[in-house]
């Protein structure tokens, strides 16, 4: 058996990294930026924390850990709040009340170079169970948002595996951004690594729009009324769970989408909400829930496109609403993968600016950020679904070939948690990775019907 030596992340070096802009781009910037309910709600959960698996650089490059860190700063140049910290206001009035800003003061983003000489890609990639080392492959673990007064809002670490690939991680602050930045973010370095650019000389990047958007009857800054961070703020132990990644073709998502669009008569039942429904009914049948249990899927929706005016993008901000269905287990046996799919459909064509701007102001009227206790408690009857399958995720080569796979860290895992990214094989194509307790994860890799839809090529169900 390895030595405890021989199995942690030695870690390498770290480096502080500030941007480096002209004169003329410092003297444009915004040097605070407010947070709107959105991202106030985030301040006690933990950070974005996403990677990606590159292959081993052939031949070995020593300058690839060099080349990563000169393209970050450059990205920092363009994603200049990332290298801030957040701020707080105290008012000392009667009641006292306080609020949170995004000081945009180049304290820096953090690099970390490590190795891991007893993982290997293979490790990380032949078995849907992905092992617990693969959290330590990440900076930032344990933070939660508020944190980010003092630690980095972004952090990234590129950890060496004992085959030579890389492990590339990194860990954002949920508080001054959400996943469509993230990966706008790792798709700008990536593009400033392969073709060796300036971004200052390049059109082919967006800069991302930084000002966060408020209603016109919630104008900043949102006053939090609390006397300090205690009254607020909860660092929630959440109960262990296990996770698995499953990998679906595109023809397999295919035969989801039209056997539950002909169930239902519809044609308007997307791929997503039919692999979803395909996991809600295997999850609650893994569960060994009882019919008459009630059960809900909550699909993380944007709200980018349905405010007005809409959000680009490229928007550094959060926008994100929870659409619940809710069903009962015997239902969801019963009426099969179109009903199932057809209750996420209903749920997510319900969201709409009405909607958002009433949770926007009651929010900035009774102020309580979100505490993952609150959902871990119903864990046993829920599936949550954050994230996207449009993000560019295998898109991003840093010049020696683009990534074989990509998994999540630690942060904010609860029972039910089911990540979506897109597929490794081509459009049309998904992955989920799936958040449950081992004795539930165990059912579902021997559920038939679920697996059935999962490409296991390359991959085992033993640990």
Excluded at 338 to 355: D, P, S, T, Y
Aim: proline fraction near 8%; include cysteine; charge should be negative.
């Amino acid at each position: 058996m390895p030595s405890d030596s021989q199995t942690e992340i030695r870690i390498l070096s770290r480096a502080w990294i500030r941007p480096s802009p002209p004169p003329s781009a410092v003297e444009s910037r915004r040097r605070q930026i407010h947070l709107n309910p959105w991202d106030l709600n985030m301040l006690s959960v933990g950070y974005i924390q996403k990677g990606i698996l590159l292959p081993a650089p052939n031949p070995p490059d020593d300058l690839i850990v060099p080349r990563l860190i000169s393209s970050f700063s450059q990205t920092l140049d363009l994603f200049y709040p990332f290298a801030g910290r957040l701020a707080t206001v105290y008012n000392p009035t009667s009641p006292p009340s306080l609020y949170i800003f995004l000081d945009c003061n180049d304290a820096g983003g953090e690099f970390i170079h490590a190795a891991a000489d007893h993982l290997t890609s293979s490790d990380i990639t032949s078995s849907h169970y992905t092992p617990p080392e693969v959290r330590s492959l990440f900076p930032l673990n344990d933070v939660i948002n508020h944190d980010g007064h003092t630690s980095p809002l972004l952090a990234m670490q590129a950890t060496v595996l004992g085959d030579g690939s890389i492990f590339l991680a990194g860990s954002l602050n949920h508080a001054v951004a959400d996943g469509y930045s993230f990966w706008h973010f790792f798709n700008t370095w990536s593009w400033l690594t392969r073709s060796g650019s300036l971004a200052a000389d390049s059109d082919e990047i967006q800069p991302p729009v930084v000002e966060h958007w408020f209603l016109p009857s919630t104008p900043p800054p949102i006053m939090l009324p609390f006397r300090d961070e205690s009254e607020f703020i909860h660092r929630d132990l959440l109960p262990p769970t296990r996770e698995c990644f499953f990998n679906f073709s595109r023809q397999s998502v295919a035969r989801l989408k039209a056997k539950a669009n002909e169930e239902m008569g519809v044609q308007n039942i997307s791929s997503l909400q039919s692999l979803l429904a395909h996991m809600w009914r295997a999850a609650t049948r893994a569960r060994g829930l009882e019919p008459d249990v009630e059960t809900a899927y909550v699909v993380i929706v944007s709200q980018r496109r349905r405010i007005t005016p809409p959000l680009p993008d490229t928007y550094m901000g959060n926008t994100a609403l929870g659409a619940p269905a809710i069903a009962r287990a015997g239902e969801l046996a019963g009426n099969g993968l179109g009903w199932a799919a057809w209750q996420l459909n209903r749920a997510v064509a319900f969201e709409g600016e009405g909607k958002a701007v009433k949770w926007l102001e009651e929010w900035a009227k009774n102020p309580s950020p979100m505490r993952l206790s609150g959902l871990a408690a119903s864990c046993r009857t829920l599936l949550i679904t954050g994230s996207s399958p449009r993000f560019n995720v295998y898109g991003n080569d840093f010049g020696w070939g683009p990534p074989e796979a990509v998994r999540s860290g630690g942060a904010n895992k609860v029972d039910g948690k089911v990540t979506v990214y897109s597929g490794r094989s081509g459009a049309g194509s998904m992955a989920l990775e799936v958040c449950l307790t081992a004795s539930a994860l165990r059912l579902l890799l021997e559920d038939q019907e679920f697996m059935s839809a999962v490409d296991t090529c390359c991959q085992t169900v033993v640990l």
